[in-house]
Structure formats: C-alpha cells, structure tokens
C-alpha cells in the first residue's frame, strides 16, 4: 500500500488561529481515489522543526505532501528548508519571473519587489503552475520518496492537487485495491445503531466498518482492501447488505452526502416544493436549503418568526394558543407549519420552535427542548419532541435536523 504523509506549515495552525481545512480536504480526495493517509503532521514557522519533519516523514512515507511557508514574506522559511534538505541553491526562473509581472499587470496593481523573489526556485526541483498566485510548488523525487510542495493559500492548493498531483500519485498505486461505501443515516444515536447493526464481526469479515457521528447523523463506512477487483466490489456488497437489513429506516443516501441535499433531490425528483417557518432555528433551515445550486426548484420561502408577535402576524398562529400551551409547544409548532404552508402555497411546511439555550429553560421546558413540525398537501400535519443538552449552537444544528428528518418521514410515501 502507497504511504502517505501530509505536513502542514504555519504557527497559526498550532495556536488555533487557523484551522487546518487543508490536510482534512487533502485528506478526503487521498480516500476518494483509493489512497490511504497514513500520517497528519502540524509544524511551525521553525527551521528546526521542519526539517525533522521532513526527515520523520522520508522515513516511514513514499510520498510526502506538504503546504505552507511559500510566500514572498519574511517568515516563509519552507523554500530555503527545502534547498538545505535537498543539499541545492536557488536559481532564478525568467519565464516564472514574466508570469508573475503578467498576474500582476492583468490585476491592474503594480507588482513589489518581493514577489520577484518568488521566481527564485530550489535547483533539481520539478515546478508545478501556479494558475492563481504567485508562488509555484515544487516536486523533489529520492530513491522511491516523492514530495510535494505546495502553497498553504487553500484554492491555490486545491488546484495542484487536482491538476497534477492526484493525477500522478494515481499512476504511483499499487496493485492493491481499496473500494469504499458510505451510509449516511439520521434520527438515532451511535450506540443504538451499532446495537441494531448485529454481528459485527461477521461484518468486519468482509469490510472495515467505521462510525462517523456528528449533529447531523451517523455516517456508517466500509473500506475493502483485496488485490482482486470483482471479488472487493462482492466483500463490499454483501457488508453492505448485512448492515442495511437491520437500520434500513434510518439510511438516507448511500453516499456521504447532507440530509439538506437528498430531500432537495428528492423534491426536485418530486416536482415537489418546501417552505418553512422558524423560530430556535433562526433561519438556519433555509440557510441549509439556500446553500445548494438551484434551491429555486423546490424552495419557495422561509421565515423567521422570533417572536409571539411575529408568529401570529406573519403566520396566523392565534394568540389564544399561544396563552394557552407556550410558544415552545407541539401546538404553536403544528400551526406554524400549517401556517407557512399555507401562505407560501408549498407542498410541505416544516416549522420549529424550541430552546437552545444555556438560558431561558423551566423544569417543565427545559433548555434543548425543540418541537418540530411538518404539514402537507393532504392536510396532515405532524410533530415530533426532542430534548437536546444545553449548548446553543449545537442545538440549533440538532434541532434543523430534526426537522429536516421529520420531512424526510412525511415525505417517504408522497414521493418515493
């Protein structure tokens, strides 16, 4: 199996300024095409340390990704770590230079000093373009190590990675192959899943079995490693099955993807449409809903209704029920979800009222309390109860997917 390692360059990653995005997208591309990561190393803006990492990596990894420390500044060592670990100097690259003048004349801003500094390239190194900056990454090969330099800037990153190094390391794999399945399920606790699940063992017979929880869900994968093609897909569709028999209600998608984004295929499959009204939520819902490409399709609107006030104004929920049962109430959230229904017109109204806290709680409804409701075109409305813990924003995520799984049940047998 090919080794790899991923070292990241920056202070700011160590004293949490900045979080490292990069290797975790490194990362998921690497599984995505078959290669495993073996090893994630942070380091500072120290020569010192850098070099040991480099030297740490060239032990146990025939391939070595590394970002950070390539720009024009004071403290971007990783350039002249590399020409001292690789034992060369640097030389200076005329036709990078003319590319670097044309960024900055096509930009219309008179270009530093500096940046002619980056034109100056480690000797025996092989270049990688950079199309959107100014710093181009290098590729050093010893023995049967490769490396890979690159800036820490994400898009530029992203870039190399996807043009020239994917494309090569896929050449690098062995014979071996690595298949992979994700199940994504919502609505049921880790614990409870793998209870459901059955015999494990019998399963890991076939496939590594991993459990990925977050506010969202459970995300359930499988990873078969064999030097045979049909035999890995056979391994990998029988676990599957295995596992699917026993939690087939909670699976949304057999593939990793948001909740948010299968119902809106489903919507769209549906000729369906989907609007909502929240109160806890404060628009996250249509946040979710409104971040993917063509949500005109299926959304047709959302509301924050805050307020009592705002609730009765905007959505015809009576006074009177409010007095009566609280605005936090399975009540006030089945008129909310009838009420945007309505007045949008929509095939489905989803509405949510709660307490995410810390404050705000009673022991009658305490903080992490959230009703959700769901009302369709066949004039059936639906609630559900549930209490969460006691942080904010974390509820606020758990509470939209709940009700967002609660669309996911009134939806199951309008649709499929």
Aim: hydrophobic share 45%.
């Amino acid at each position: 199996m090919l080794r790899v390692e991923i070292i990241s360059i920056g202070d700011e990653l160590l004293i949490g300024h900045t979080v490292n995005t990069n290797a975790a997208w490194m990362g998921e591309q690497l599984f995505k095409s078959g290669i495993q990561v073996s090893w994630i190393s942070d380091v500072g803006d120290e020569a010192g340390a850098i070099r040991t990492a480099l030297e740490r990596a060239e032990e146990r990894a025939e391939v070595v990704l590394v970002t950070g420390g390539l720009g024009p500044t004071h403290d971007d060592i990783t350039r002249e770590v590399v020409c001292d670990y690789f034992a060369t100097g640097l030389r200076l690259d005329h036709d990078l230079l003319l590319e670097i003048e044309r960024l900055f004349s096509r930009r219309g801003i008179p270009m530093a000093r500096i940046n002619e500094n980056q034109a100056m390239v480690p000797g025996g190194a092989r270049l990688i373009t950079n199309h959107h900056g100014t710093a181009p990454g290098y590729v050093f090969e010893r023995g049967n190590r490769r490396f890979y330099f690159m800036p820490g800037v994400p898009f530029e990153m992203k870039a190399m990675m996807t043009g020239v190094i994917l494309p090569e390391l896929a050449l690098l794999k062995s014979d071996q192959v690595i298949l992979h399945q994700m199940l994504s399920t919502i609505g049921i606790a880790e614990s409870a899943l793998f209870e459901k699940i059955g015999d494990i063992q019998a399963i890991e017979a076939l496939a590594h079995v991993a459990f990925l929880p977050a506010p969202s869900g459970i995300r359930i994968r499988l990873t078969v490693y064999d030097h045979d093609d049909a035999r890995a897909r056979e391994r990998l569709r029988q676990a599957t099955a295995l596992i699917r028999q026993n939690i087939e209600p909670y699976v949304y998608a057999d593939r990793d993807i948001p909740l948010e984004e299968a119902l809106a295929e489903c919507l769209v499959r549906a000729q369906k449409s989907i609007a909502v009204a929240e109160s806890c939520t404060g628009g996250l819902i249509a946040h979710k809903f409104t971040n993917i490409p063509g949500s005109s399709r299926f959304f047709e609107r959302g509301v924050v209704a805050y307020s009592n006030a705002a609730k009765q104004e905007i959505l015809g929920v009576a006074e009177a029920l409010i007095a009566e049962h609280g605005a936090v109430s399975a009540a006030v959230a089945q008129a909310m979800a009838q009420g945007i229904r309505r007045i949008a017109r929509s095939d489905f109204g989803l509405a949510t009222t709660g307490i995410a806290g810390p404050d705000g709680g009673s022991a009658e409804k305490p903080v992490g309390l959230v009703y959700v409701a769901c009302a369709d075109a066949r004039r059936c409305v639906v609630h559900e109860r549930h209490l969460f813990a006691n942080e904010r924003l974390v509820n606020k995520e758990r509470f939209a997917y709940a009700a967002l799984n609660l669309l996911r049940k009134q939806m199951q047998d309008l649709v499929d």
